[in-house]
């Protein structure tokens, strides 16, 4: 049931969206193991920062074998450096490497990179084409609509990707100018699926496996990238997985299963900090403390919100958003389930 982007099989035909500071390598073993997605995407990587040899965008661009097939997105506005990244994208083991041209906010959009592209159709080409020449791997791009409302940009940028040999094309069904206002118009995806043969996905807004069964029977994308609706929620991307191959949702997790998961997310986050393999390794390096705080600080929006929407979460949040160290999360998580466990 799923398609092919050269040689990478995407089956189920179901892909975790790039997002900045949440689809890091830690979240993203985290959904595989439990959601299994077809395809699942790095945060966006600045090409620039690569060029100029920035540690911390290097560190985004780690590949576990474990959650292969994997692409690297990357995003920038010169098509040289663009493809010096792509090529270093593909010596680090991306499977694909994934162009950004949907970024809307303004320190992205002002460095002629991400949506800006929407405007210039030309130069959005030439580094499209530029990319594919410079590597062996698939490349793909991923756009919204367009710039803004007056202008439906996607199908003639799609057909310019095709020609210089992308091989997968993403709608986010909104324009730039939106930022995430709205609906997303599924009705520009399938509007999109006239104007390009390569596979096409539809993006926005879905949020439940009816939601993923109906954007690929509305629009006549060959699959569906979903975003928000994971966010510290893997199990919402896993019955999505099910919906789409048409199986029943999996079981709800309980409390433990989801405090557990949010312990683990934070533990691989520390040994990522640290550029360990493991936890433990990590608490054995000399610079321990200092990766550890900064990875309690990174997860500090998501870490709540795997326990929202239970009895007494919200009066915890800002406890949580407060946390130092695992220690710190630890027993504020095991306080909170014991007190569930005992209202019950
Ligand atoms: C926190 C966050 C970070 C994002 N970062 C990226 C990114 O790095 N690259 C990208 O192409 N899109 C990024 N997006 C957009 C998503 O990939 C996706 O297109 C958008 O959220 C719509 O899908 P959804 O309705 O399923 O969330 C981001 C979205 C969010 C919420």
Redesign the pocket.
Known sequence: MGFQIGPITVDPPLLL??????TNLPFRLIAKRIARPGLMFT??VSAMAIHYGAQKTFRKMRIHPEERPLGI?IFGGEPDVMAETARIAEEMGADLVDI?M??WVPKVCKTGSGAALLKDPVLAQEIVATVVKAVKIPVTV?VRAGWDYSLFAAPDLARRFQDSGAQMITL?ARFAKQG?EGQ?DWKLIEEMRKAVQVPLIG????KSPEDAVRMIRETGCDGV?????A?SNPWALRDIQLGIRRLPPGPKPTLDERIQTAMEHLRLMVACECECESYEEARSTANHADGELRACRALRGQIPLYIKGEFGASALRDRLTRCSTVAEYEALLTEFHGASVQAI
């Open positions: 969206a790039p997002m900045e500071d949440v945060e966006f997105q950004n949907g970024c991923k986010h995430f997303a993006n926005g807004d879905v990238m979903v975003g928000r609706a966010i």
